[in-house]
């Protein structure tokens, strides 16, 4: 008999494929793409948010109010990258977000003060609908109005890291929120386009060996994210 939490390795017992498979499936390395040629079908948020969003000539989507990557909800640990580009004000990506009310949020900030812009990258939690105090980073290297930021943001249990062109900018310890999803938002005044995301998890040799024996189908399922 399948006692509960242990896998009987009797091929003739009835739950041992399913059993073992659900296995392979939960410790499977993840890949995802994202670059918006199925437009937003991958993505969730809150009634009429996709209204709110556009796409340009050059493939590029035009960010609105909060979308999440529908296969990334529920990820506690991950490696998500990017590229984006500020068209005005900031470009800003939320990671672990459990709904509209409880995420974290990073954003690249361009100030034009001179004939040459600045740029740092800020970072905050918002918790029940409140956000804390922001960190503020300027970035290590020069900008211009039309740069494109190749954003790379590792997390890890409570351990964050930013990675941008290459050059670590910023890493920090949080452990208030575990696990949720990834997405992007832009708020008032604010313009910023994205041209793919993707999204990694587990990619060591074990995960990519699971990924190898799981199913397709459970490698490819997604969870509904809760706005």
Not at 44 to 58: H, I, K, L, M
């Amino acid at each position: 008999m399948l006692l509960p939490g242990q896998l009987s390795w009797d091929p003739a017992e009835p739950e041992f494929w399913k059993t073992l498979k659900h296995r392979l499936a939960s410790r499977a390395a993840v890949m995802l793409h994202e670059d918006f040629r199925d437009g937003l079908t991958a993505w969730d948020g809150v009634p009429g948010w996709r209204e709110t969003w556009s796409f340009d000539q050059a493939g590029f989507a035009r960010v609105g109010s909060l979308g999440v990557y529908r296969p990334s909800v529920g990820m506690e640990d991950f490696s998500l990258e990017f590229l984006g580009q500020v068209e005005q004000g900031a470009l800003n990506w939320t990671l672990r977000t459990v709904d509209r009310q409880n995420y974290h949020v990073v954003r690249i900030v361009l100030v034009h003060d001179g004939a040459q812009p600045r740029a740092s990258l800020i970072r905050q939690t918002v918790l029940r609908g409140s956000a804390d105090e922001p960190v503020v980073k300027p970035l290590p290297f020069a900008v211009r109005h039309d740069t494109l930021y190749h954003i790379r943001t590792d997390v890890q249990g409570d351990h964050f890291a930013v990675t941008a062109q290459g050059r670590v900018v910023d890493s920090w310890r949080d452990n208030r929120l575990g696990a949720g999803g990834v997405g992007f938002l832009s708020t008032s005044g604010e313009r910023a386009r994205i041209r793919w995301v993707r999204v990694r998890q587990r990619q060591d040799a074990v995960g990519k060996l699971c990924a190898l024996l799981a199913s397709p189908e459970q490698q490819l399922a997604t969870r509904k994210w809760a706005p």
